[in-house]
């Protein structure tokens, strides 16, 4: 068994190193299967992890929480770079890489701590280790949260896949995982002897969880695969986090007229896929520009915006005698929708009636 996931974890590292779209999304899970190996390799191998490294394993708990916290970073942030305050992340595995050669010097196996038996010193490290688990697993919720109202200002669909559901649920079992690993051998409700306790909350804890990740990111496809419309807007990703707007009400009108002109004209949103840097690529205008406009100026969100278009386009079909024999959900695919269920959920949102009920009402 433990060479089974072994190996699965190589692979799995092999695969979103080398097989995957190259992404830094995919860079850092593989990083994520890495340490797993590397928790594995201490679990094979005759003697302690400590003999061979002499940092050990443990440090490297304190990784769990920030590789999966830049995993989702990287998915769920435009145009996603590291910087030099990003490691700050990793210097609790630092500090206690270095405290292995003077404080911690001792060999710890799995049986050692599934026995109950362990000292203060090594329990304040645990305990630091599961603090830092739940603030990045909390962390991570509140900027999925952020995200999906994010992703209304960028798509004019939002498939599961773009709201990243699936993170809901790894975070639930993660949280799980790691409260089993953790405090188990604290509590001992579960009368197992040390060997089963060491093989279902650690071996294959650990091993369900890597291949839990591995179908979820195999999976998951990169949200944001455009590039910033040009340098500048690259520079004012920052800048306009802090200040909302740099244009004036006659620029921000301007704006709102080239908009709804090419909304109107060009009709772009017939391609379900469309999308707000599709949008500043053919107005030549930036992404944050535009957002603010759509937003503060015309009032509504990207998403809220397109999809009116959208149902306003399937009305006018509807409307016209030539397309009487043909579905509504074919109407509703040439108007731009990529989907049934988001497509009736949508039309009852904006005119507060089925698309069936709305048809029978204009035949009657």
């Excluded at 929480?65 to 595995?93: C, E, M, Q, T």
């Excluded at 988001?342 to 009852?348: A, H, M, V």
Aim: a positive charge.
């Amino acid at each position: 068994m433990l060479y089974l996931i072994f190996i699965q974890s190589i692979l799995s590292a092999f695969v979103f190193f080398f097989l995957k779209e190259k992404h830094i999304s995919n860079t850092i899970m593989a990083l994520w299967f890495c340490i797993n190996v590397l928790n594995f390799i201490g679990l094979l191998i005759p003697g302690s992890l400590n003999d061979y490294i002499g940092i050990g394993f443990l440090p490297f708990l304190f990784l769990i929480g920030p590789l999966f916290f830049f995993y989702i970073l990287s998915l769920v942030k435009i145009d996603f770079r590291f910087k030099w305050l990003h490691i700050l992340h990793v210097v609790p595995f630092f500090i206690l890489s270095l405290s292995r050669f003077f404080i911690y010097t001792e060999s710890f196996a799995p049986s050692f701590y599934f026995s109950g038996h362990m000292s203060m010193k090594y329990m304040i490290i645990y305990i630091l280790i599961s603090i830092s688990i739940s603030v990045y697993m909390i962390a991570i919720y509140v900027m999925l949260v952020q995200h999906r109202k994010n992703i209304k200002n960028y798509f004019s669909s939002t498939p599961n896949e773009i709201k990243l559901d699936w993170v809901f649920v790894i975070l639930s079992l993660i949280s799980l995982s790691y409260i089993f690993l953790l405090y188990v051998p604290l509590i001992d409700l579960f009368s197992l002897s040390i060997e089963k306790k060491i093989f279902w909350f650690d071996q294959f804890n650990s091993g369900l969880l890597a291949f839990i990740l591995l179908v979820f990111g195999l999976l998951q496809p990169i949200i944001y695969n455009n590039r910033p419309v040009n340098t500048e807007e690259r520079k004012n990703n920052e800048i306009y986090k802090s200040v909302k707007s740099g244009l004036s009400e006659a620029e921000s009108k301007t704006i709102a007229n080239k908009i709804i002109n090419y909304l109107d004209n060009s009709k772009p949103y017939l391609d379900p896929e469309y999308n707000l840097e599709i949008m500043a690529r053919d107005l030549n205008i930036t992404r944050q520009n535009i957002s603010l406009v759509i937003n503060d100026t015309i009032g509504k969100n990207f998403y809220q915006l397109i999809n009116e278009y959208r149902v306003e386009e399937f009305k006018q079909l509807v409307l016209d005698s030539k397309y009487n024999n043909i579905k509504l959900l074919e109407l509703a695919y040439d108007a731009g929708f990529n989907s049934k269920s988001s497509f009736n959920r949508i039309f009852k949102e904006i005119t507060g009636s089925t698309p069936s009920s709305y048809k029978n009402e204009f035949n009657s």
